[in-house]
């Protein structure tokens, strides 16, 4: 029993950088290329709609095409999920930058250029998904229950990761000309595209082949990897529990937290994917010129949702209902603050304080739904809370970018707004010591 326990967690230390790998380059490669799009966008003399349809219609196709490729991952195998998955991420990354190098070099219209970078950012929805669900099944398969949910949340940290070091090396990939063509801003779809690719031989050559019930673990849903959207732990839930007792979303133990997770998700959506305009315009910048400031903003962003997550929640120990209260609050000041800026270091604070608030508000969503329910029902709200999560970023980006073009402070003040109108809500719903036990 011992040797074979042994064996189980050799072939787990084998595989597991692999598959954190698999998960960072899907979710680094996602939004570096969001970071980068404001910029192509302007440059190309798109409209800054087109520029949120691309967000959009990628979303859209991981919510709905994500739940089937978890449950075919059970019946074909894991194994061939994984490398579907990153084969559709690198297929997806590499054909945007080669039709933005089209648009760029002006083999083809600006808007045959985006029409057709949209087409591209399908495969990505469409496919890309497959992966997550699988990598977790794997895991969770090699895992012994004490060591399971660990090793799903280290695993699933890779998204969080993910949404920092996107942004942060997309300034660092732009490429000048070769042989007279101009690559500029596609640079970075390239480079991950070459990243995704190097995963994939990886990945077909050491994660052993497997077949149906190869791997007796379940993989779940992943919400789809945004800027701005952090991990919130409920898909490891929902790999590590049975679905005995399903709960609808309007169903009144967790109605009041599926409300907190629509309206955070949608002002989470709407700030972070107008940011990169955001940037351009206030700080009177070239697109190209402000990719770099761009990526500092939504990498501080990132990294303090991370900071509260990793960090001081852990120290303050408060309840679902707190965490909410708090994050609204925080997340207000934030966008206000983001409104008014004029300035990097303010784009950069206002930003960095929203992110925060967000940082306390998932978690607090996504505990506080669990809460409401007993054993039975936890796979089945934490599946609820996962899309949720992705669901905010369809029409989110979509939203903000239409009020951005209206009036350009006016996404964030609606965000300032709707958080407010929302701490007000779960005060009288929840109340700061409620929530904390189940129903």
């Not at 042994?6 to 570096?32: E, P, S």
């Not at 074909?76 to 070099?105: E, Y």
């Not at 229950?145 to 996107?166: K, Y």
Request: aromatic share 8%.
């Amino acid at each position: 029993m011992a040797l074979e326990r042994r064996k189980v967690i050799d072939r787990l230390d084998r595989n597991f950088m692999l598959l954190f790998a698999v998960m960072l380059v899907i979710a680094a490669g996602n939004t570096a290329l969001q970071s980068v799009l404001p910029a192509l966008g302007r440059s190309l003399g798109v409209a800054d709609t087109a520029v949120a349809a691309a967000f959009s219609v990628s979303a859209l196709l991981w919510v709905v095409a994500a739940p089937f490729w978890a449950n075919r991952s059970d019946r074909r195998g894991r194994k061939a999920m994984v490398m579907l998955g990153i084969a559709g991420f690198t297929a997806s990354v590499t054909l945007c930058g080669v039709f933005l190098m089209a648009g760029i070099n002006g083999w083809l219209s600006a808007g045959a250029a985006f029409a057709t970078f949209v087409g591209a950012r399908m495969i990505y929805g469409g496919l890309g998904a497959a992966a997550p669900p699988a990598v977790q099944a794997i895991v969770a398969g090699l895992t012994a229950r004490e060591d399971r949910t660990r090793m799903l949340a280290l695993l699933g940290s890779a998204f969080g990761l993910g949404t920092i070091i996107g942004p942060a090396l997309a300034p660092y990939l732009l490429l000048g000309s070769i042989g007279g063509v101009e690559i500029g801003l596609a640079g970075p779809a390239f480079v991950f595209g070459a990243i995704g690719l190097a995963t994939a031989i990886a990945a077909g050559r050491m994660l052993p082949a497997d077949g149906p019930g190869a791997y007796p673990g379940h993989g779940a849903v992943q919400s789809y990897p945004s800027v701005g959207g952090q991990a919130s732990g409920a898909a490891v839930t929902a790999a590590t529990e049975p679905v005995t007792e399903r709960v609808g979303y309007l169903d009144a133990r967790v109605r009041v937290w599926m409300i907190v997770g629509l309206v955070m998700g949608h002002a989470q959506a709407m700030i972070g994917q107008t940011m990169g305009f955001l940037v351009i315009d206030r700080l009177g910048l070239p697109p190209v010129e402000a990719l770099g400031p761009t990526g500092i903003v939504l990498m501080v962003g990132a990294g303090a949702a991370l900071l509260v997550q990793w960090g001081l929640i852990p120290i303050l120990d408060l309840s679902p209902a707190r965490l909410v209260l708090v994050g609204c609050g925080l997340g207000a000041v934030g966008c206000a603050a983001t409104a008014n800026a004029s300035s990097l270091y303010g784009i950069t604070m206002g930003y960095g304080l929203a992110a925060m608030g967000s940082g306390f508000l998932r978690p607090g969503f996504t505990a506080g739904a669990s809460l409401s329910v007993g054993p039975a029902a936890q796979g089945s709200v934490a599946g609820k809370v996962t899309s949720v999560n992705g669901a905010a970023f369809i029409l989110g980006p979509s939203i903000g970018v239409a009020l951005y073009e209206a009036w350009r402070p006016l996404p964030y003040w609606l965000a300032a707004a709707a958080l407010l109108l929302l701490f007000g809500y779960a005060w009288r719903a929840l109340g700061p010591g409620r929530g904390t036990r189940p129903a």
